[in-house]
């Protein structure tokens, strides 16, 4: 399969990268990780958006604008740093993908089942069809940017509505997210990690690079796709935050096996359950895309097979997902974990990624920035000990 690359402009490839980037991450994990952590944070889990916010930016215009300008996607970067890296961190990135996958199939299920009353395993059969329906369009391409910019703005206008109906008491939420009265390293490793964790660092500049759109020339859109990306994921999360906030202030007692349903269903009743519904499932189905398409891409690096085969490897891997989940189950925890996992991977990927600035023989005349090579060394060691603590409080403890 190839894309053929087509003139850039924003509103098409580059506002497209930006919307599968952003839909890849706002997926069940996504709402189950919001509504969890701001249930133990209250209004304080604003300040974790802000500081997930900021060092996702540090990776994100990093990352873009390195394989944009090297013309080469991430694990064929590590290769030509140290044969072998790319091989290293395309099992890690697949890893971390695929454990995502397994939680965006269980929310299709999910979210089928809202809307419907299907079974799990049935609503799961039929999402990952028509996830494979789409793949196999003509236009993917044009498939995916269409696709992932629809559901994305009718998931935020969706949730806007139940925040609106949740009556969140927004001077204090805006206060607590400058000044928290707690802090969670946990909570921000693991929505760093659910933003732009694992394959998420990478979807959307490897949209840009396999539709064509690289070279210095296109620096300025690449910064432009990259930030409307985290705009837009950021944007949601803090609509829910501010829906959840607003359902807890008021009395609403969360759902242990659903706590989102829970948020829906308080602040507007059954048509808020039938909403969130389909928030969950549209949510669910663009990070389907979104993580298969990315994942798959890291294959090719493995071998030419992969690449002339790119379809045919997505769809197994959707339907390895999907048969994951049917055989399994029980997500909730699932997702939870790997937005931490995917939250380790980070500053392992995006160390790669700033060490291969640095070679010239890789960026050839180009000269990344000095401010941005710092903001990334940041993100890498903020991401690194905050890994640490997460790892301390949760895998050694268990």
Not at 11 to 19: D, E
Not at 58 to 70: E, H, K, M, Y
Not at 110 to 127: E, P, Y
Request: proline share 3%.
């Amino acid at each position: 399969m190839t894309l053929k690359p087509f003139k850039f402009k924003f509103g098409g490839v580059g506002l497209g990268a930006a919307f599968l980037m952003a839909n890849s991450s706002i997926g069940p994990g996504f709402l189950t990780q919001t509504t969890v952590f701001t249930q133990q944070l209250l209004t304080s889990f604003g300040f974790v958006i802000l500081v997930s916010v900021l060092l996702d930016i540090g990776a994100q215009l990093n990352t873009w604008r390195i394989l944009t300008v090297s013309e080469l996607r991430a694990q064929d970067l590590s290769n030509k740093l140290l044969p072998g890296l790319g091989y290293f961190l395309s099992v890690i990135v697949i890893m971390g993908g695929f454990a995502f996958n397994i939680g965006n199939i269980a929310g299709c299920a999910l979210g089928a089942n809202v809307l419907t009353g299907l079974s799990f395993q049935n609503g799961a059969l039929i999402s990952g069809c028509i996830a494979l329906v789409l793949f196999w369009s003509k236009e993917i391409g044009k498939m995916l940017d269409g696709f992932t910019k629809t559901l994305g703005t009718i998931k935020i206008f969706l949730a806007l509505f139940i925040a609106y109906k949740a009556h969140p008491p927004l001077i204090q939420a805006i206060h607590h997210t400058i000044i928290p009265e707690k802090i969670s390293p946990i909570a921000i490793v693991t929505i760093v990690g659910g933003t732009v964790g694992g394959y998420l660092t990478f979807s959307g500049a490897h949209r840009l690079l396999d539709a064509g759109i690289k070279g210095k020339e296109n620096l300025h859109q690449v910064n432009r796709s990259a930030l409307t990306g985290i705009i837009i994921s950021a944007t949601m999360r803090f609509i829910l935050f501010l829906a959840v906030v607003g359902a807890l202030t008021h009395g609403a007692v969360l759902s242990n096996d659903n706590p989102p349903a829970s948020v829906f269903h308080f602040a507007a009743g059954e048509i808020g359950f039938r909403i969130f519904g389909i928030v969950l499932w549209s949510a669910a189905l663009s990070s389907v895309v979104g993580a298969s398409y990315t994942s798959v891409s890291f294959f090719k690096t493995f071998h030419p097979v992969f690449k002339k085969f790119e379809r045919l490897c997505i769809s197994i891997f959707i339907i390895l997902s999907t048969g994951i989940f049917i055989l399994i189950g029980k997500p909730a925890q699932l997702l939870i974990f790997a937005g931490a996992i995917n939250g380790l991977i980070l500053p392992v990927a995006l160390a790669i990624i700033l060490f291969a600035a640095t070679r010239k023989n890789i960026m050839n005349d180009y000269k990344h920035p000095l401010w941005m090579q710092m903001a990334g060394w940041i993100v890498v060691l903020v991401m690194s000990w905050m890994g640490w603590i997460t790892i301390q409080q949760t895998i050694l403890r268990v």
